[in-house]
């Protein structure tokens, strides 16, 4: 077997390694949270029926009720009747959850309701955080070859273009489809599946998401009565994954066209010159074995050859 396949199934084997910490962190949250949220649920019900059966309501009453329900309602708890049927706490949501805690996106709209629950959260990110960052740097790595060297070495080979004009091109190219892809395309979807956001919304959301601001004033499956809520929620975290990668892959490119612009020696920042070498030897190895075999493979990739960034003003 080659090196290039034992790599992306050495790939595949970590981002399925990846996919089963979320679920552990997904059970565990939702074993530690949903007797939580039941018994809170359960309380409120009762402050709901107590207040009104109150022959007369006073401001004190009704300022300690008030009280009460936002306090609820900041976890994620609605004293509403359509909005006590789901469970912020349920494997999907656990998922979610776990997913934005780690990406770093971290809407807010749930929270962990237990001192246990707040304590795995500090465990949990300290291991998930650099865990995402690493899975995300190994696949925008593997991608860097097939989404920017190759197309860049057809436009200078088939187009005869420089290699600033090939780069720029590309770069264009590349902007368009992530914006048309992650951030337009995404958008409609969102704003027809859910009813109370309009396009501006959703692309805001999306922009939102993808910069792992997470202001959490949208979050998609939110609403009542909403079908298909646990598939829908699993779509967005595999959106927020793909969309993630491919952000880093467009600021990659980026850097690598302003280091051949001159850009990164005008305002004296670090050059790239050292992440070709880091390119050329992935983070997921293959093996000593195919090690002249990899080698092979990897000179069109050499700095000095066509296909690369840095071949001019050497």
Known sequence: MSSGYKSWILLTGFILFYVAYLLLGALVFSTIERPVEDKL?????????????????????????????????????SILPNSSASSNWDLA????????????????????????????????????????????????????????YGPIGMCRQRFGLDPLAATAVHFAILL????LGFFVVPAVVFSHIEDTWSFLDAIY?????????????????????????????????????????????????????????????????PHCDEDIEEDKEPIIEAGDEDQHEAEASAKPLDPASQTSYNTINR
């Open 41 to 77: 649920k359960s309380d409120i019900q009762v402050l709901k029926e107590e207040f009104l059966n109150q022959s007369c309501v006073n401001a004190t009453s009704l300022e300690n009720f008030l009280e009460k329900v936002l306090q609820a309602n900041k976890y994620g708890i």
């Open 93 to 148: 949501s656990s998922l979610f959850f776990a997913n934005t805690l780690v990406t770093t996106v971290g809407y807010g709209h749930t929270t962990p309701l237990s001192d246990t629950g707040k304590a795995f959260s500090i465990f949990y990110a300290l291991l998930g955080v650099p865990f995402t960052m690493l899975v995300l740097t190994a696949c925008v790595q593997r991608l860097m070859h097939p989404v920017t």
């Open 205 to 269: 959301f999306c922009f939102i998401t993808l910069c792992t601001i997470g202001l959490g004033d949208y979050v998609p499956g939110e609403k009542p009565g909403q079908k298909f809520r646990s598939l829908y929620k699993i779509s967005v975290m595999v959106y927020l994954f793909v969309g993630l990668m491919m952000m880093y892959l467009v600021l990659r490119a980026f850097h690598r066209m302003a280091d051949l612009h001159g850009l990164t020696s005008f305002f004296q920042l």
């Open 176 to 179: 368009l489809l992530v914006v």
